[in-house]
């Protein structure tokens, strides 16, 4: 039961400049916008400090009602400009922003949207 205290995971979706972030627990969504746009024709998260720092912010909203919320585990899924599969690059960006955010770990997706209990499946199986 007192485990069920420290459970917190976020299922983080990234399109062109904006973040749709969803608690899995409480089933809370917020998106999250950036002040100016970090995607580029090239890249989804090419300005990556200003895709941090929208991040941190939508992570902070999402959290703002809570008095007590530990570390997240992570699920982050690119869902535009993934043509062909991510790259390894691609890949890593994603991994590194979510742990800005302060994730115990994180889970790298590639493939289609996922309901809330394949999210908790994939960070629960899943060595990160």
Known sequence: MLSKLFVNTAYIRVYKNKFRIRHIQSKTEIVA????EFTTQRLLLAQFSIAEKTLLKG???LYRRT???PSPKVLIQQMEM???GLSESEQRILK???ISTGARSVVVWD???LTDSEVLKQ???RKT
């Open 59 to 61: 992570i902070g909203d």
């Open 82 to 84: 993934n043509d062909g």
């Open 33 to 36: 916008l950036p002040d100016t």
């Open 67 to 69: 008095w007590f919320s």
């Open 111 to 113: 493939g289609d949207e």
């Open 123 to 125: 960070v629960n199986n």
């Open 96 to 98: 590194e922003i979510a």
